[in-house]
């Protein structure tokens, strides 16, 4: 399965262990096309919530061309890489300026680190 930076899907997280996001919804691809991560069967993303909790690592994704039906907010913080397999469906994309502002709070948290 081919996924690309910026795509939304459908993704079945499962049971959730902890504060971890399970279940199936949203998800954010954040991987690029230098690193072939289909060939290993894995997706770089966050689950998307709808729920704003004013966090400062959330970031917020508009309805519209994303294919979310209401505004939701992609989770920094749950950043992690994922089966291919729990993709079930596309749902749309990202402009640019969520990928940008997502990239500067993935950059922030390597950061403390």
Do not use: C, N
């Amino acid at each position: 399965m081919k996924t690309f930076r910026g795509e939304v899907w459908l993704a079945d997280y499962g049971e959730p262990v902890g504060r971890e996001q399970g279940y199936p919804r949203p998800a954010l691809i954040l991987h690029g096309s230098r690193f072939d991560m289909d060939r290993a069967g894995l997706a770089v993303a966050v689950p998307l919530t709808s729920r704003d909790r004013g966090y400062p690592t959330h970031v917020e994704v508009a309805p519209g061309p994303s294919g979310l039906r209401q505004t939701s907010w992609a989770m920094g913080e749950q950043l992690r890489a994922i089966s291919t397999s729990r993709l079930q469906r596309r749902l749309g994309e990202v402009d640019a300026a969520v990928l940008d502002r997502m990239t500067l709070v993935l950059r922030h948290l390597l950061q403390m680190l």
